[in-house]
């Protein structure tokens, strides 16, 4: 399994964790001053999910955490529906992401990253470099992300993730959008939709 994590020297006081707001009001994003993975996101929505990755584990044993985005720097945290504030949350995810990278432990080991697979078409390559060029990058500096799932026809399927994913917004962040990039910059596509 390749580990994927930024291999550095650290101490407990140069990390920094700062908290930033996102759309969706049941999500926040933790900004680390470290590399947490090289490349990709990773997202779980239940603790189940999480058997790779060492670092969503240790999070999803903080009380009220339901989700669990990880991104290069930055990890975005969905809190349950039943959790009122993000009192208790806020330090236990701050401290339990700082542990973490002190310990010098790979946040997530995967056999298989967030990559394409090769067998795309052309119109599928042009998609996904869209996307990861133009789109991931807005997306990650709200706390979320989108992935391919497919095309055919026009029709392009995608999954929004992390804060995106049960944003208030979330419709119109796809059909405003992204649809609306994606259309003007790739003509074979007619529609976005999400899975």
Not at 136 to 147: C, E, N
Not at 166 to 190: D, F, N, Y
């Amino acid at each position: 399994m390749e580990a994927l994590f930024s291999d550095q020297t650290m101490t407990d006081e140069n990390i920094q964790i700062e908290t930033e707001f996102t759309p969706n009001p049941k999500s926040l994003k933790f900004n680390a001053n470290r590399v947490i993975i090289e490349k990709g996101t990773f997202s779980y929505s239940k603790s189940a999910e999480a058997e790779k990755s060492i670092l969503a584990k240790k999070l999803f044993q903080v009380k009220g955490v339901e989700g669990v985005l990880i991104g290069k720097d930055f990890v975005t945290i969905t809190r349950g529906a039943n959790v009122g504030t993000w009192a208790a949350i806020i330090p236990a995810v701050s401290d339990t992401l700082k542990d973490h990278l002190l310990s010098g432990e790979p946040a997530v080991f995967s056999e298989a990253s967030n990559q394409a697979s090769g067998s795309e078409s052309e119109v599928e390559k042009r998609i996904q470099q869209f996307l990861d060029e133009k789109i991931r990058p807005a997306l990650a500096r709200d706390g979320g992300d989108v992935t391919f799932e497919s095309y055919k026809d026009g029709v392009v399927a995608l999954q929004l993730r992390g804060a995106c994913s049960h944003c208030p917004s979330a419709t119109m962040t796809l059909k405003m959008g992204v649809e609306r990039l994606l259309r003007e910059a790739i003509p074979e596509v007619k529609e976005v939709v999400q899975v």
